[in-house]
């Protein structure tokens, strides 16, 4: 398709398990962004890939948490030993690279829910 | 700390009048400002945005307004129709930098 694409689009999960999300961005974009959005809250950024360089890991909220993107394009985020406060939408974005603006494109996000 | 604010939680508004919304921030390095449209289930969808070098964008019924002596910026949509109900989001950045700040999100319901 022509737009982000996420998987899984819903993920029920017990607490202390791992879960893996992914993303597959936009194709020709080179910047890809990991966003949450819990209940009630604005999106929170996560992480930020552009092409080759070190990732932006500035908004990951803990060291359960962890970002990879491999060959440029997919991206797979992890949540380790989850916790219920990791219950929220997790949405994907890209951008092409642009010297101007920051517009981003959003996926549909992973609905994460931890029980 | 919430560097873009919507103070408006919900918006309910007629079919054919104009529907505003409110954006504040805080950070004065901000120099680029989205609108981002969600319906329930899917994510953000890009609307609108502005460059800190204008104070007005219009793109058909929508227009972004910037005052950056205020760092208040505000969307209106006129006419509003009912499938503009959505939940709206404010993003700020600057430009170069990694990230959007995202605002709560204002809910709008337009009334038919």
């Known amino acids: 398709g022509a737009g982000v694409s996420q998987s899984p689009s819903n993920k029920v999960t017990e607490k202390g398990k791992d879960v893996e999300l992914r993303c597959d961005p936009i194709s020709g974009h080179t910047a890809l962004y990991w966003y949450r959005q819990s209940l009630g809250q604005g999106l929170e950024f996560l992480i930020y890939f552009q092409g080759n360089s070190a990732p932006d890991k500035s908004g990951l909220p803990s060291d359960r948490f962890s970002a990879e993107r491999t060959g440029g394009s997919v991206s797979t985020l992890t949540i380790q030993r989850t916790q219920q406060e990791d219950s929220a939408v997790y949405l994907c974005a890209s951008s092409p690279l642009s010297g101007v603006g920051n517009t981003i494109y959003f996926g549909e996000g992973s609905w994460l829910t931890v029980v | 700390d919430q560097q873009v604010k919507q103070n408006s939680p919900s918006l309910s508004v007629q079919e054919g009048r104009i529907s505003i919304l409110n954006c504040d921030y805080t950070n004065s390095m901000f120099d680029y400002f989205l609108w981002y449209k969600k319906y329930p289930a899917e994510g953000p969808t890009f609307l609108i945005s502005i460059s800190s070098i204008k104070d007005k964008n219009e793109d058909g019924r929508f227009t972004v307004f910037l005052n950056k002596s205020a760092k208040h910026l505000s969307l209106h949509i006129v006419p509003s129709q009912p499938g503009d109900s959505a939940v709206y989001f404010c993003?700020?950045?600057?430009?170069?930098?990694?990230?959007?700040?995202f605002g709560t999100g204002t809910r709008l319901t337009v009334i038919p």
């Open positions: 993003a700020a950045s600057i430009t170069g930098a990694n990230n959007l700040f």
